[in-house]
């Protein structure tokens, strides 16, 4: 996008993604996102600006490679004190403002704001786009070593107006989505971070997470949170997360959205493994071999663990797949893992008759 050359196919692709922002990821970073396939820059962030206070009440910055300075203590005073924050609160400039427009380059360079930002981030000249949203002033800058052609301003000047629509429109959907969860379900956004937490959710991350921050203050618990970020990065095969305590268990366990994901929450009652296996004529070693087996150990690893040789794991195996009437290891784990949830739920399995065992052929 040149100057003098301003290209509408631009505009009209930027104003699209606008539209299309999904309700279970976070607003301002997709907008961010979005202006920044547009404009040029080697730092870029958005604030929000207290209309009432006048005071910078949050921001964030981050590098051309998307490093954050978030943590960075010396940029939230300097940020503080930047000129655009009276002017925006002020109410006295348009949507689109640069440095330029409130004094000239030399005196800029003279103030000790912009010394320090020069040292800090290596950048100069600053443009900023906003819209207002309640009692906040929310606005998008982008901060660079050399001047933006004028073509920039006009293509901020036309968003400009989109903003606030879009905004409306995000919470619209995301409200629409949110109203029809059940309240053991948690919505999290693409990258797995939490977008909305019911109040019953929030108690069971209290009871099971008393040590670790988070499921009410916008974020997931500590254990949670890794397990949901390894999960969507692949890095292990658990289909759920469980957690225990004296007499009750949470399994939590994750559902993939279009642009987001869900996180089940379910509470029962603690069952003894043991006690549920008995049902199927199943010694103690054979029922500790069928909890290796069901969390996909090989035969070879199940000996190493329970100090036997892999001959004696085949032939426990080869007992249980007889006594569960199951042709492979896959259907075993299976047919136990819903015994397991049966027993938690309080439902009884149909017996034969005949063998006293639950799931029998002849039951059907």
Same mark, same amino acid.
């Given at each position: ?110 103030? *000790?704001? !912009? ?21 906040? !002033? ?20 036309? @968003? *400009? ?27 999290? $956004? ?6 909305? !937490?019911?109040?019953?959710? $929030?108690? @069971? ?18 254990? *949670? ?27 939590? $366990? ?51 663990? @329970?100090?036997?040789?892999? $001959? ?8 249980? @797949? ?29 017996? !034969? ?7 029998? *052929?002849?039951?059907?």
């Amino acid at each position: 996008m040149g100057a003098g050359n301003f290209s509408s196919k631009a505009l009209s692709d930027a104003l699209l993604r606008l539209y299309e922002i999904s309700p279970t990821d976070n607003f301002y970073e997709q907008v961010l996102e979005m202006l920044e396939d547009y404009v040029p820059h080697v730092v870029s962030g958005y604030s929000f600006t207290d209309l009432r206070s006048r005071v910078l009440c949050k921001k964030a910055l981050r590098n051309r490679q998307g490093e954050s300075f978030a943590n960075l203590s010396e940029l939230e005073v300097l940020v503080q004190d930047h000129p655009f924050v009276d002017v925006y609160t002020a109410n006295g400039a348009g949507p689109v403002v640069c440095i330029s427009d409130l004094m000239s380059e030399k005196e800029w360079r003279q103030t *000790a704001i !912009c010394s320090e930002l020069e040292r800090l981030l290596g950048v100069v000249y600053d443009w900023s786009l906003r819209f207002y949203s309640g009692r906040k !002033c929310v606005s998008f800058f982008f901060s660079n070593d050399v001047p933006l052609e004028q073509s920039y301003r006009r293509f901020f000047t036309l @968003l *400009a107006p989109h903003l606030e629509n879009a905004h409306r429109a995000f919470h619209g959907r995301q409200k629409g989505l949110i109203a029809n969860l059940p309240e053991n379900i948690v919505l999290l $956004s693409s990258a797995g971070h939490l977008v909305e !937490c019911g109040l019953p959710a $929030s108690e @069971l991350f209290a009871k099971y997470f008393p040590r670790e921050k988070g499921g009410f203050a916008g974020r997931l618990p500590d254990t *949670a949170g890794r397990w949901v970020a390894g999960a969507i990065a692949g890095e292990h095969s658990l289909k759920a997360l469980v957690v225990k305590k004296k007499d009750e268990v949470l399994s939590l $366990s994750l559902l993939r959205l279009p642009d987001g994901y869900l996180l089940v929450l379910e509470e029962s009652a603690r069952v003894d493994l043991g006690e549920v296996l008995k049902d199927w004529g199943l010694t103690a070693r054979e029922a500790e071999v069928l909890v290796w087996v069901a969390q996909g150990k090989q035969n070879s690893e199940v000996g190493v663990i @329970l100090n036997i040789s892999t $001959s004696t794991v085949r032939k426990h195996v080869e007992n249980i @797949l007889k006594k569960l009437r199951c042709e492979t290891r896959g259907a075993a784990s299976q047919v136990v893992m819903q015994a397991l949830l049966e027993k938690s739920m309080g439902v009884s399995s149909a017996k !034969c008759l005949l063998c006293s065992r639950p799931d029998c *052929a002849s039951l059907s």
